[in-house]
C-alpha cells in the first residue's frame, strides 16, 4: 500500500486492526525514519537522545494512528507527531538537568560527486549544519522543516501551531544569523 492508499483506508474511518497498523508504522519508519532522526538531532544535538526520540515517535504514532482521519498527509502528521515530541523534551526536567556535549559533525550527507567536490561540499555542508544547530531553537525547527524536509511553511504553520507570517519572520531572522555566523567564521 502506497500513501495515498493509506490516506484513503484512513480516513474512511474503517477499523484499524493491529496489522494494518504495523504496515502503516513500517511504511512511515521506512520513507521517513532517516529524516526524522535528522529532525530530532537538530533539536536535541546528541546522537543517541536523537535515536531514542524518534523511536519513541514511532511508537507514538503507532498508538495514535486511530486519530489521524486523513485531513493532512501522513507526511505532515508524523512531522506534527514529531516536532510536539521534541518540544515537548526540551521542556522536560530531564533534559534541562542533562548536559549535552556530544556533537554529530556530518549529519547531511552530501550527493555524490567527485573528491574534491565532496571534501569542499562536505566542510561547507558542515559549517552550515553547525551555523544552524547554534540558533535557537525557534529557528533551528522552521529552518530544518522549510529548507531540509522542503515542507511548505502553510505546513510548518500547522505542524508547529505558529502564524505563517510568523515563521516568515522567523526564517528572514534565520538567515540573517546564519549568515552572520559564517562570514564571522570566515575571517
Request: net charge negative; proline share 2%.
Amino acid at each position: 500500500m502506497n500513501e495515498a492508499e493509506y490516506k484513503y483506508d484512513l480516513s474512511k474511518g474503517s477499523a484499524m486492526d493491529e496489522h494494518n497498523k504495523e504496515d502503516i508504522v513500517d511504511h512511515l519508519i521506512d520513507v521517513y525514519g532517516d529524516r526524522i532522526l535528522h529532525m530530532a538531532y537538530t533539536y536535541v544535538k546528541n546522537e543517541a537522545t536523537a535515536e531514542d526520540l524518534t523511536q519513541d515517535v514511532f511508537i507514538k504514532c503507532y498508538e495514535k494512528l486511530d486519530q489521524f482521519h486523513g485531513r493532512s498527509s501522513l507526511k505532515t502528521w508524523l512531522y506534527c507527531v514529531a516536532a510536539n515530541h521534541f518540544r515537548d523534551y526540551l521542556k522536560s526536567w530531564h533534559h534541562r538537568k542533562v548536559s549535552l556535549n556530544e556533537k554529530v559533525l556530518s549529519y547531511f550527507p552530501s550527493q555524490n560527486r567527485n573528491v574534491e567536490e565532496t571534501v569542499v561540499a562536505r566542510d561547507d555542508e558542515q559549517q552550515l549544519s553547525e551555523a544552524v544547530m547554534a540558533l535557537p531553537v525557534k529557528y533551528r525547527e522552521v529552518v530544518f522543516l522549510h529548507y531540509y524536509e522542503e515542507l511548505p511553511l502553510a505546513d510548518v504553520s500547522r505542524m508547529t501551531g505558529v502564524n505563517t507570517n510568523t515563521l516568515k519572520t522567523r526564517l528572514t531572522r534565520a538567515r540573517q544569523l546564519l549568515k552572520e555566523m559564517i562570514s564571522e567564521e570566515e575571517k
